[in-house]
């Protein structure tokens, strides 16, 4: 059965305003695809990279903008057995969450988490997926370290936070006003740092250091989150919002036998991703029932508001995760 949906498309770079909504037919769920009809999507900053032409999807992606959903199965295609039509879940997409109707992969698609309101839960499978990956999976992160996240208040940054402390570990985070820093201790940070008017890395350095950092800033933060490491320290990198270009002292490196890695998420293999998807199922899911976890929501738009949406992303203004809701 073929299926009618609203995507919203960046059909030419630019600004919030290239966004367009349009109307697409969706074949039906291939072998291992699940179809959604989608609750809520995320917003997040690799779409607005997307709409600005600097972030092409992935060769096979869905049409259209948007990572993340909630909602329930529409369909399932062949070899799906985990969900079935009429089951809540919430979906990391390779693109074309944006819409009435969602395309995944069913290795990304997992029950709703329990404790969550549906609308509220479509802010948590990128930003989820993206720190289980990279702060737990690549940066090995144990109970009782040192762990620095900045952008603490951004959708990455208030579940890093979060999920650090969950873990036991001691958590650091910077933030751009005192209203995001505030947000940042309530959601469990131990200390937090205003970059606009303090000395973050003297902070943190005189604090003890950090043993893991995320990293969504990149360019002159580079060089000071290597001096603020200790020994065995990992730096991981998942943005580059001052730049990917960097100079580095490598003898700080060797000396201190660091560690630097990244990742990106959307472009990995399927099998990958399903790999993520059960360490979070597995891991994450029970801190969110248990009330450790929660997505923090700024706002909520409507499908046909996107280009707001987008704007209050690019004035960063906002603090947790924006949806949108078709």
Known sequence: MIHSTRIITAPAPGGPDALRIETRDLSPAGPGEVLIDVA??????????QRMGLYPPPPGAPEGLGLEVSGHVRETGDGVTHV???DAVVALAAG??????ARADAGCVLPAPDGVDLIHAAGLPETVFTVWSNVFDRARLQPGERFLVHGGASGIGTTAIQMAKAHGAFVMATAGSAEKCHLC???GADLVLDYRIEDWADAVRASGGADV???MVGGDYAARNLSLLNLDGRL????????AQVELDLMRVMLKRLTITGSTLRSRPAAEKAAIARGVHTQVWPWIAAGRVRPVIDSVFALEDAAKAHARM???AHAGKILLRP
Request: net charge negative; proline share 3%; hydrophobic share 55%.
């Open 40 to 49: 809520a999507a995320g917003v997040n900053r690799p779409d607005v990279f």
């Open 84 to 86: 079935r039509a009429g």
């Open 96 to 101: 074309g969450g944006y819409a009435d109707i």
């Open 185 to 187: 201790r309530e959601l």
């Open 213 to 215: 950092i995320l990293d």
């Open 236 to 243: 991981v990198m998942i943005a580059f919002l001052r730049g």
């Open 314 to 316: 690019d004035a960063m």
